[in-house]
């Protein structure tokens, strides 16, 4: 895609100096690791290079120098005590810190919204997109396991903090001119919460640093953190009673329970660099899943690098596994369902090709999102300049390519 002209033109410069250049604000919910949010955070930073952040907490040293190189306004939560490692206690104060932000001067305002961030108030005229990873889960579907999993006194507070956030998050929704769902999932959630249509378009995923395998291992791979809803456990519980061989990259609060139900085919490695996550991508018999995602990026990975996955076929896995092609899922998020898949996949794994299975993955690289959210944006400002009377500057669409390509 390099070389290609588009968005990023148009936000420097105004064309023909007759309209003023297109501002943009990009609003994260908060700075302060590189995990999947983030990685849509930079593919939007390319597309958009004089684009402003706003965050309610940031921290450089985390972040990538892409993101670095734009300018980040925070809201009063950055200064409150402990934010940086306690931001998600000062939640209910987060709708309040949105609202205070000061946005009249920029025409197009794009949410990324997992936690707060989308109800922020922009001007009359300006053009507010909201890019969902998923409504938020805390509040929402797994209400009652985070408030399970709380302490006395979180436990106590939860629901009173809670009615006020979904009456909140509702409300705020309505501020929003079109969403886009990371997954057909998270869609379904906008609809049944906010009551909104959404675009799906999928996120994201850096697979040119993954390559296909021509021979795969004797071992089944879990990767992720090691908590409770991604169910780890599952893959655990089944290996052992298969006396299959299973490695588990990742680590988190979940481990000591594991290890303790785990059979003697079990390895844990903790945390891995990439070379040797990848390197594990490649060997392994099948990637296991047993967890809902809103969208899933590590069976997308382990595609790219030849591996069939076998996942709990809800969440992001509807979109991104081909049951018989790619993987195997099951409907049920049981050890029994598990077992009943490892078995079913083990039946049918000569069918398996890893260079189909990668080429499936490459649907989902960082350039065809980068593709579809620019003809996105494209139709959006198409029709708001034919229902407005202040039209916003935007390249006539015959001239327009796709969007230009800044590299690190």
Request: include cysteine; hydrophobic fraction near 40%; proline fraction near 6%.
């Given at each position: ?6 968005i990023a033109g148009s936000v420097a410069t105004a064309r023909d ?74 939640l209910p104060l987060m709708p309040m810190a949105l609202e205070e ?308």
């Open positions: 895609m390099g070389g290609l002209e588009g100096g007759q309209r003023p250049a297109l501002r943009v604000a990009i609003i994260h919910y908060w700075l302060v690791n590189m995990r999947g949010g983030e990685k849509v955070l930079e593919a939007l930073c390319e597309l958009f290079p004089e684009a402003d952040i706003f965050t309610h907490v940031y921290d450089p040293d985390a972040m990538s120098p892409t993101i670095r190189r734009h300018k980040v306004r925070t809201t009063f939560i950055q200064n409150l005590p402990g934010a940086r490692r306690h931001y998600q206690k000062y932000l000061d946005l009249s001067a920029y025409d197009l305002v794009i949410s990324s919204e997992s936690g707060p961030a989308k109800g922020v108030v922009v001007r009359p005229d300006a053009i507010h997109v909201c890019y969902c990873h998923s409504p938020m889960r805390y509040i929402w579907d797994q209400y009652a396991q985070y408030r399970n999993s709380a302490g006395p006194l979180m436990r106590l507070g939860m629901p009173w903090i809670a009615t006020g956030l979904r009456q909140w998050d509702v409300t705020s929704a309505a501020r929003v001119d079109h969403f886009i769902a990371n997954s057909k999932a998270v869609a379904r959630r906008i609809k049944k919460y906010w009551r909104r249509d959404s675009e799906v378009i999928a996120p994201p995923v850096d697979v040119s640093k993954l390559d296909a395998a021509c021979e795969r291992g004797d071992f089944y791979l879990h990767v992720g953190e090691l908590v409770p809803y991604k169910r780890a456990d599952i893959a655990v519980r089944a290996c052992s009673m298969l006396d299959r061989r299973l490695i588990v990259i990742g680590d988190g609060p979940e481990l000591k329970r594991l290890k303790k139900m785990a059979g003697p085919t079990i390895e844990f490695l903790g945390r891995l660099p990439d070379d040797l996550l990848y390197e594990h991508y490649a060997r392994c018999r099948a990637l296991l899943f047993p967890g809902e995602e809103d969208f899933g990026i590590v069976p997308v990975e382990a595609m790219a690098a030849g591996a069939p996955v076998v996942a709990f076929g809800r969440g992001g896995a509807e979109d991104t596994i081909l049951d018989g092609h790619t993987g195997v899922t099951f409907r049920e998020q049981s050890v029994a369902s598990m077992l009943s898949a490892i078995i079913e996949f083990e039946m049918e794994e000569p069918r398996f090709s890893s260079t189909n299975i990668a080429a499936h993955a490459h649907k989902f690289e960082r350039n065809v999102f980068k593709e579809r959210f620019t003809q996105s944006i494209r139709t959006i400002l198409a029709r708001h300049n034919q229902e407005r009377t202040r039209p916003i500057d935007f390249p006539a669409t015959d001239t327009m390519r796709g969007p230009r390509v800044f590299s690190d």
